[in-house]
């Protein structure tokens, strides 16, 4: 059974930048596609982007500018860093595996991630 | 984007009940359409996909009907461990987008 866990900063302060990792266990990364998926009260379920396992990547328009997903084979870890932070960019962030037909079907159990100074 | 669109935003139901949460897509997605269980402080957990399969070790209380902009999740004889907030989600086009949810509260 596949399990995701995401680990990163807690809090992160205005203009920075966003850094978090998602370890892979209990399945091997080098399959299907690997996906940032974030939840706020005020923008609700909002879909990032996601990565192969080659490094094929796909972004939300609405990011495009400032997110980059990157992918470590070796450790079973994919990446996601979001540039140019705001208050905005305040939500609990999960990562997770998309099978065929483009559905999350696994999820880590998600990271708050605070915008603050 | 496809903006997905779902109704009630919140419904009381009593255990028991049968609970019908309805969702809609902007735009024609075929059957590109599935439902997520969200409990309090965990991640969504995927119910339903292709608009009417069952995701294996789901119970067969949950149903999902629909094709084309209209869809249905039907919860028969609610359980406790039901009452939580549904997301519908469109995979017929990126970017990927869900709906604003439907929270189930106890009556």
């Known amino acids: 059974q596949v399990q995701l866990q995401e680990s990163g900063p807690g809090l992160v302060r205005p203009s920075e930048t966003l850094s978090l990792t998602c370890t892979v266990s209990?399945?091997?990364?080098?399959?299907?596609?690997w996906s940032w998926i974030r939840q706020s009260p005020g923008r609700g379920l909002e879909w990032i982007g996601y990565?192969?396992?080659?490094?094929?990547?796909n972004y939300n328009p609405s990011l495009n500018s400032r997110v980059s997903i990157s992918i470590d084979t070796s450790r079973n870890q994919f990446s996601l860093r979001l540039t140019s932070v705001t208050a905005a960019d305040t939500a609990t962030y999960y990562c997770?595996?998309?099978?065929?037909?483009?559905?999350?079907?696994?999820w880590g159990q998600g990271i708050l991630v605070t915008v603050s100074s | 984007d496809i903006q997905m669109t779902q109704s009630p935003s919140s419904v009381s139901a009593s255990v028991g009940d049968r609970v019908t949460i309805t969702c809609r897509a902007g735009?024609?997605?075929?059957?590109?359409l599935s439902w997520f269980q969200q409990l309090p402080g965990k991640a969504p957990k995927l119910l339903i996909y292709?608009?009417?399969s069952l995701q294996s070790g789901v119970p067969s209380r949950f149903s999902g009907s629909g094709s084309g902009t209209d869809f249905t999740l039907t919860i028969n004889t609610l359980q406790p461990e039901d009452f939580a907030t549904y997301f519908c989600?469109?995979?017929?086009?990126?970017?990927?987008?869900f709906g604003g949810g439907t929270k189930v509260e106890i009556k």
């Open positions: 997770a595996k998309i099978i065929s037909g483009w559905i999350p079907v696994w």
């Open positions: 209990g399945d091997s990364i080098t399959s299907f596609y």
């Open positions: 990565i192969s396992y080659s490094g094929t990547t």
């Open positions: 735009q024609d997605i075929d059957t590109w």
């Open positions: 292709a608009a009417s």
């Open positions: 989600q469109q995979s017929k086009s990126f970017p990927l987008t």
